[in-house]
């Protein structure tokens, strides 16, 4: 089973980044569930035509109890993604964090993974780890990978930064590790130098560099990923080619299979891969 | 139901049953909660407490350290505290507020273990769940760390599993037990805990049977079952129905096959009401039935055990003390611990059985010895007095 968390700042992309994934393993003939750990409740809603899921926090808000069976929690989308959203609480009240790891171990109670028997699950984890409950998605058991989403911009990179420390921070545990960055290009002047100097301070490899692309949006304005809407744009190109890169990672080694780990920064397969995309795509940007 | 509690105590949750499971086994028990807390999980909930010494601390968690997530400090005073008394291995457990903020116990653990060199158990307790549930978590914890690979004897030789004071009381009743088997040949290997030891625990697999004295041990059962093939018997030996227990204990050796002969009370609709623990009300009910020949039911508010219930018993996920009172109001005589007295109709007799899990130390002197000896020795069983609870 292929495990990752998606991490990154607010707005980055990180949604756009996991669905788009999850509906190109599940073409790949992959079983895959996507669980979206923000209180928005967003992370899924273009796998589901734009009809978002019952969160497990407005689950048990509506009935006042917990769930007790996963299909009153979990709803399959595009290419059968199963779609889980933990949802949280009433916006200024409340802990969106407890709400998080409340979501975990409900699923684990539901036996979740024993029951659908993925290939691979997806989190895609509100912006900066700032509490305990935002790094629940990286404890032993959950997520092996991460996967850190930034553009070129400051503020981007800056939060890209914090995450990879707070990561860090729990070495001494059996955590997630870092796998690496995933460019998510806004088209800022030198953006692939400011990502690349990032990672290479980091020690990250940058693993995919995604395009700017108004297909992404059209689709999303109709509740699709570009893999579902756009199949043939270069977008929806750059997403197989990186899902097809992580999907032969999985195995013992994690990450380090194809991407070499946090020490070996360049000429990750992916990225060299998604130049030929980028390329492709000047079109859509 | 609503799940409240409003004019009798909560049982004792699940980080006093970890503190009570490993009292006796040489290890140090860490709980994660504010100073001045070990007072509700070692004195309250723990009569040994005052005669017996054991390596029980809190890690005075403040509202700094929490907000800051400050875990180093618990490591730090932890690995200190392990230096200074050398246990046999840490269990670090916790409360309600590390629950909240959703503290990783097995990482913990695992950071402890690699700085100490020890073994550590990181055990999630809450604070919330029962203390059953807690012990049941500690003893299987500790069982896959602990226990050695042995041969089963030959001979009929059996465990006493899920004893602790929380269910038992203080009154000599596990060496009564051992006292009752010997004198009928059957060996006492070990006893999970209560006057018990690491060296005890890690022979757990040469028995021949398992006897779950509460449903705390059914775990740990349930673990030396797939890890050994052992069967296991759920009763108390008490009153005449001790007899029934040891015979149970014969044939599930012999077999292989789990036994429950406390199940065997009448159950629904009985006339005497008997409140607790699902193991010891069920046995106790199979024990009154032998000696007044009135049918009895069982109420266990705790979640667990219904291995040991008849049918037409009632167990409840959670305390509730309308749905308990309803209960009562319904019995011809009630067999529970004082506490429950306020929310028991005024007129029906009641016989008092402390719990030390629900009322502390408060009752200990109404909790008798009761191992394989007439009932009628300890109790007035013609429940010839009413209570004057409330109407």
């Known amino acids: ?179 690496g960055v995933v460019m998510n290009r806004r088209n800022v002047p030198g953006e692939e130098d400011k990502v690349r100097a990032f990672a290479d301070e980091a020690g990250l490899p940058v693993l995919a560099d995604l395009p700017r692309s108004d297909a992404i949006n059209r689709c999303e304005d109709a509740g699709k990923t570009v893999i579902e809407g756009a199949p043939d744009c270069a977008a929806a190109a750059c997403f197989r080619r990186f899902a097809q890169a992580l999907w032969k990672s999985r195995g013992e080694d994690g990450g380090d299979a194809v991407f070499g780990g946090k020490s070996a920064v360049k000429d990750a397969p992916v990225d060299s891969s998604c130049q030929t995309c980028r390329g492709a795509g000047e079109s859509e940007r | 139901m609503r799940n409240t509690a409003c004019s009798i105590p909560t049982y004792a949750s699940d980080t006093s049953g970890v503190c009570s499971a490993l009292y006796e086994l040489g290890g140090m028990t860490v709980v994660h909660d504010s100073s001045g807390c070990n007072s509700t999980y070692s004195t309250f909930d723990e009569p040994r407490w005052y005669d017996r010494e054991s390596l029980i601390f809190i890690t005075g968690l403040t509202e700094a350290e929490a907000i800051f997530g400050r875990e180093d400090r618990l490591l730090d005073d932890v690995a200190a505290a392990a230096a200074e008394f050398s246990p046999a291995f840490i269990a670090l457990c916790g409360s309600p507020m590390p629950f909240i903020l959703g503290t990783d116990y097995a990482a913990l653990a695992g950071e402890l273990e690699e700085r100490c060199g020890l073994p550590v158990l990181g055990l999630p307790t809450t604070g919330i769940r029962t203390y059953l549930s807690g012990a049941d978590l500690a003893w299987t914890a500790l069982l896959q760390r602990f226990c050695d690979d042995v041969r089963p004897a030959s001979a009929v030789t059996i465990n006493i599993l899920g004893a602790t004071p929380l269910d038992l009381g203080l009154n000599g009743s596990v060496d009564s037990m051992k006292a009752f088997f010997e004198g009928r040949g059957i060996t006492v290997n070990a006893c999970l805990a209560m006057g018990g030891s690491l060296a005890e625990l890690r022979r757990l697999g040469a028995a021949a049977a398992n006897l779950v004295v509460a449903s705390s041990g059914i775990g740990p059962a349930l673990y030396l079952k797939r890890r050994f093939g052992t069967p296991f018997v759920a009763g108390q030996p008490i009153g005449l129905f001790a007899e029934d227990v040891l015979a149970a204990l014969v044939r599930a050796a012999e077999s292989g096959t789990d036994m429950s002969p406390c199940s065997a009370h009448h159950g629904g609709e009985g006339d005497i009401l008997v409140a607790g623990e699902a193991v010891a009300a069920a046995s106790l009910a199979c024990a009154l039935e032998r000696e007044t020949g009135r049918a009895c039911r069982v109420f266990c508010p705790l979640g667990r055990g219904g291995e040991a219930l008849a049918a037409g018993d009632v167990l409840l996920d959670a305390e509730d003390e309308e749905r308990a009172a309803e209960l009562f109001a319904g019995a011809g005589a009630i067999v529970a611990d004082p506490l429950y007295r306020p929310v028991c109709p005024k007129g029906t007799p009641f016989l008092p059985l402390g719990h030390v899990a629900f009322s502390g130390r408060c009752h200990l002197g109404t909790i008798p010895d009761m191992t394989a000896r007439p009932l009628a020795e300890a109790f007035d069983l013609s429940f010839g007095k009413s209570h004057g609870g409330k109407a």
């Open chain 1, 1 to 179: 089973m292929l495990k990752l968390a998606v991490y990154g700042k607010g707005g980055i992309g990180k949604s756009t980044v996991t669905a788009n994934l999850s509906a190109a393993l599940a073409d790949m003939g992959l079983s895959v569930i996507q669980i979206g750990c923000d209180p928005k409740a967003d992370s899924t809603v273009n796998l589901l035509g734009g009809t978002p899921v019952c969160s497990v926090m407005d689950y048990m808000r509506r009935h006042d109890r917990e769930p007790e069976r996963l299909d009153e929690i979990c709803r399959s989308g595009y290419g059968g993604v199963r779609c889980i959203e933990t949802g949280g609480p009433t916006p200024g009240l409340g802990c969106a964090g407890r709400g998080i790891i409340t979501t975990f171990q409900l699923l684990r109670d539901l036996a979740l993974f024993e029951t659908y028997r993925p290939d691979v699950v997806l989190y895609d984890v509100l912006g900066d780890v700032v509490c305990g409950g935002f790094a629940a998605p990286i404890r032993e058991g959950y997520a092996e990978g991460v996967l850190i989403v930034t553009s070129g911009e400051k503020m981007a990179l800056y939060a890209a930064r914090n995450i990879a420390n707070a990561v860090r921070n729990f070495e001494d545990r059996s955590y997630a590790r870092v796998w």
